[in-house]
Each structure stands twice: as structure tokens, then as C-alpha cells.
């Protein structure tokens, strides 16, 4: 049985798009650890930081973190934050990370209106700010990185012919 692929990135910067497409390419499963938290608690991301705010969120993707060790042949998209807490990092295994790069000002595009928690209160200039202070983190952690401002299915292909061998 294979690794996984596990693929971190900023806010929209087009992992659940371009993880769908490495999925078929590979013929894996695709998951994202955002639904894998809404799947076992029963409750939407914004309800989750309603109730508890990003601490209670925080910890509710860590305990999901720790299920990727128990996967296998998975393309698995990581919410924006996931890999930048280095407790989230330690206990991913089995898997080959990589780093999906996406210029801020495409991802700031996409994510206006849709009502991410995390961006509502934010400005532009703070979202910068978080844009690259993660920029460092997702390196750090990633075997691969890729640019993604074109087409999503030349990303996968990217992805594909870098994974397919090891
Ligand atoms: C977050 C990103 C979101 C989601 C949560 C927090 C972040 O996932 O996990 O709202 O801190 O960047 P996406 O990266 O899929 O938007």
C-alpha cells in the first residue's frame, strides 16, 4: 500500500481542486481534513468556531491529524492551518507532503465572501501578514513544492509525475 499524498497550502490557494484531480490520477481516495472534522462531529466548520472559537477548532483538527497515520493510498487536501502547528506535524506519517503555492493575491480573490471564520475579521494587510508568515511553515514541513497560477489539471499532472515513483 502507498503514502499518502498530503497537500498544504494557504486559504483557496486550490487543494481541494487540484487534490481531486491527483486523486484520479492516481487512482486514490480523495479526503480533506475539513470534512473529516465535519463528518465526526456533525457540525459545520463556522459552528464549530462559534461555539469554541479557534482554540476548540485547533483541537478538533489535531485529534483529525492524528487519523492520517492510519490512512493509506489517500490524495488528503489539509485545511490552511493544519500543517502550520508543529504538534499537527509530528504526528503525521505515512505520507509525502506537499506544498501547493499560490500567489496572495489569487487567494485573497477567491476567499472574499466566502465566510471563512478564520478571514471575517481580518484586513488585507493582516491577511498578508498570515499569508507569509505560513509561506515559511508549509516549506519547512514539505517534501515538494508546486506553483499553482495556472491550470489546476497541469498542477496534478506536476504532482502526478513527481509522487508516481516512490
Ligand atoms: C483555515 C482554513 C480552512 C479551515 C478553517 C481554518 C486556516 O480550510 O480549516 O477555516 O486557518 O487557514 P481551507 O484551507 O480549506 O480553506
Given at each position: 500500500?502507498?503514502?499518502?499524498?498530503?497537500?498544504?497550502?494557504?486559504?483557496?490557494c486550490?487543494?481541494?481542486?487540484?487534490?481531486?484531480?491527483?486523486?484520479?490520477?492516481?487512482?486514490?481516495?480523495?479526503?480533506?481534513?475539513?470534512?473529516?472534522?465535519?463528518?465526526?462531529?456533525?457540525?459545520?466548520?463556522?459552528?464549530?468556531?462559534?461555539?469554541?472559537?479557534?482554540?476548540?477548532?485547533?483541537?478538533?483538527?489535531?485529534?483529525?491529524?492524528?487519523?492520517?497515520?492510519?490512512?493509506?493510498?489517500?490524495?488528503?487536501?489539509?485545511?490552511?492551518?493544519l500543517?502550520?502547528?508543529?504538534?499537527?506535524?509530528?504526528?503525521?506519517?505515512?505520507?509525502?507532503?506537499?506544498?501547493?503555492?499560490?500567489?496572495?493575491?489569487?487567494?485573497?480573490?477567491?476567499?472574499?465572501?466566502?465566510?471563512?471564520?478564520?478571514?471575517?475579521?481580518?484586513?488585507?494587510?493582516?491577511?498578508w501578514?498570515?499569508?507569509?508568515?505560513?509561506?515559511?511553515?508549509?516549506?519547512?514541513?514539505?517534501?515538494?513544492?508546486?506553483?499553482?497560477?495556472?491550470?489546476?489539471?497541469?498542477?496534478?499532472?506536476?504532482?502526478?509525475?513527481?509522487?508516481?515513483?516512490?
Open positions: 500500500m502507498g503514502k499518502n499524498i498530503l497537500l498544504c497550502g494557504f486559504m483557496s486550490g487543494k481541494t481542486t487540484v487534490g481531486k484531480k491527483l486523486a484520479a490520477l492516481l487512482d486514490y481516495k480523495f479526503m480533506d481534513t475539513d470534512d473529516m472534522i465535519i463528518e465526526s462531529t456533525g457540525k459545520s466548520i463556522k459552528e464549530i468556531f462559534n461555539e469554541g472559537g479557534e482554540v476548540l477548532f485547533r483541537d478538533i483538527e489535531h485529534e483529525t491529524a492524528k487519523k492520517i497515520q492510519y490512512l493509506n493510498d489517500c490524495v488528503i487536501s489539509t485545511g490552511g492551518g500543517m502550520t502547528y508543529q504538534r499537527n506535524v509530528d504526528v503525521i506519517k505515512n505520507s509525502i507532503i506537499v506544498y501547493i503555492n499560490t500567489d496572495f493575491e489569487v487567494c485573497y480573490n477567491r476567499l472574499k465572501g466566502t465566510g471563512r471564520p478564520i478571514v471575517s475579521s481580518k484586513t488585507k494587510q493582516e491577511m501578514q498570515m499569508y507569509i508568515e505560513r509561506i515559511e511553515k508549509y516549506k519547512k514541513v514539505s517534501d515538494f513544492v508546486v506553483e499553482n497560477n495556472g491550470k489546476p489539471i497541469e498542477t496534478a499532472n506536476e504532482i502526478f509525475n513527481l509522487v508516481k515513483d516512490l
